[in-house]
């Protein structure tokens, strides 16, 4: 009952971050979307995830307010509203078509088709000695995963600080407007 | 920012480090690990940043640490998996499991926690940096 309403909450976050005119407002709203799902992720009992997604939210509002509102960018719709709005219907209803089979075919909610986690709950602790199940999956089990994960992350650290390096190659300076830091 | 934001980023900004660093240490323990702690401590030095300006920041932990951090992480998870390798099978627990609930169990998943959090804090922390001071050049020019 109460995740209902935090759902909801999330759904009209959402809608109004693209509605409203303000950048600043619309990145409040999404903000308020991370923070309500936090919250549902812990009404849920998953406190891992809840803690990572408001950690992650945080730095993610800063960055949007910092580094995306200062720029004056020009704000011309690509394409006309009739036509962006038809695109949208028609990306939704191949979304649809294709989601309801898919959703057909789900286990239903608390019995998964997967029996592999019950395992993980029973000898977790003995298997890894760690405390925190989560953990013990993250690190532990599917160690390869979380390999793969940190990998991403940095390829694309190292993607950024290769598009908005100061300094290009040899030591010289770019000349357009790459450079950062000095105000 | 004015001197309210800059006292009470002083009085608050090391229990947040040191919070950080609890979330990560404890990350077999209690809910948490090395990626949420991580990102708490980019957001100490974020805070520090916000507060204080970009020489502050430099000061504290210049770039090119971030840099080094980033990488010192990234090949420290990548170590202890290939140290589990020499025992047979990447990613092996090789370390003594210990008591459960001690702060010092669970083999490998505490280091891993701590190269986890050195990656993903110093990776994040150069991207604010990276971001939030780009300037284009139509914007120097004003």
Redesign the interface.
Known sequence: MMVDVLLILMIVGAIIALEVKNLLSAVVAVGTVGLVLSLVFLLLQA??V???QL??E??TV??LI??TLR?ELPQSPLISRPVGILTGLCFAAVFLILLVPGLKELPAFGSPSVRVAQTYLDQG?A??????L???V???YR??D??GE?TV??A??IG??TV??AQGRKGKQVS??A????? | MTVVVKTVTRLTVGLIFLYGWY?VVH??????????GG??L??SF?HLT?AFG?DAAEATLPARVT?LV?GLG?LL??GI?LLGFLGGV??R?FLP??E??ALF?????PP??IA?CL??GA??F???????????????RK
């Open positions: 406190p891992d809840a803690i990572t950690a992650v945080i730095i800063i960055l910092r580094a720029l602790l298997d890894t000695g760690a405390a925190n989560v953990a013990s993250l690190l532990d160690a390869y979380t390999l940190a992350l940095f694309a650290v950024v600080l908005l390096r357009k407007g450079e950062h830091g000095k105000e | 979330i990350g077999h323990l209690t809910p948490g690990g090395g990626f949420v990102i708490i980019a957001l974020v916000l970009r840099g980033e990234a998870f990548v998996a990447f990613f627990n499991k210990g459960p609930f169990s669970a083999g490998i998943v891993a926690n986890i990656k993903v990776g994040l150069s991207v604010f940096l990276a971001l939030v001071f780009f300037r284009f050049d139509w914007e120097r």
